[in-house]
T-cell receptor, first 112, second 113 residues
Framework: GQQLNQSPQSMFIQEGEDVSMNCTSS?????WLWYKQDPGEGPVLLIA?????ELTSNGRLTAQFGITRKDSFLNISASIPSDVGIYFC????????????FGQGTRLTINP | KAGVTQTPRYLIKTRGQQVTLSCSPI?????VSWYQQTPGQGLQFLFE???????NKGNFPGRFSGRQFSNSRSEMNVSTLELGDSALYLC????????????FGNGTRLTVT
């Protein structure tokens, strides 16, 4: 079945640093989504990417849909304490109905 | 606009029992999907409903079932609970389930003892 490899699994950074994480797959996806999950809550959508090569920003977040449609990255600039959490990438497959395949998550910890 | 609402937030059940979880999608959203989240397996797709019909199903046993009502609200049922069913069950809704992004609720934390 489809699998996503998300890296790194965890990151420990200083406040103010930039962050980069990515997801790769051997499968092609129609859409890439990036979510953030805080403890005790559901994932919250950060960025949606619909076209190969698309580069989209949402405040300090920037994400790109890889040209091959098999990968995506998320960058966070000038990290702040509230960026702490688990970030998930998700590839969308449309086979009569939408199904998301999730990466394993990147746990971000920020040292003040 | 209210988000995706899941009830209850927490459940404790014993092995062999059955459980029903409820999800109210964002108003106007017609597609509802269910996911299981565990530390070991991550987020796994259970099934997706659109217009009261199951359109897609993940690789879970038949003990896991669901349904969708005419108002798009959905329920998920797990029968003959096993210890391994302990997880966070997340419901997500989208406008049409084709390529519109999914918006998740805060989940139901199920503990099976």
């Amino acid at each position: 079945g489809q699998q996503l490899n998300q890296s790194p699994q965890s990151m420990f950074i200083q406040e103010g640093e930039d962050v980069s994480m990515n997801c790769t797959s051997s499968s092609i996806f129609n859409t890439w989504l990036w979510y953030k999950q805080d403890p005790g809550e559901g994932p919250v959508l950060l960025i949606a990417l619909y076209k190969a090569g698309e580069l989209t920003s949402n405040g300090r977040l920037t994400a790109q849909f890889g040209i091959t449609r098999k990968d995506s990255f998320l960058n966070i600039s000038a990290s702040i304490p509230s960026d702490v959490g688990i970030y998930f990438c998700a590839g969308v497959i449309i086979q009569g109905a939408q199904k998301l395949v999730f990466g394993q998550g990147t746990r971000l910890t920020i040292n003040p | 606009k209210a988000g995706v609402t899941q009830t209850p937030r927490y459940l404790i059940k014993t092995r062999g029992q059955q459980v029903t979880l409820s999800c109210s999608p964002i108003s106007g959203h017609r597609s509802v999907s269910w996911y299981q989240q565990t530390p070991g397996q991550g987020l796994q797709f259970l099934f997706e409903y659109f217009s009261e019909t199951q359109r897609n199903k993940g690789n879970f046993p038949g003990r896991f079932s669901g349904r969708q009502f005419s108002n798009s609200r959905s329920e998920m049922n797990v029968s003959t609970l096993e210890l391994g069913d302990s997880a966070l069950y997340l419901c997500a809704s989208s406008l049409d389930g084709d390529n519109s992004p999914l918006h998740f609720g805060n989940g139901t934390r199920l503990t099976v003892t």
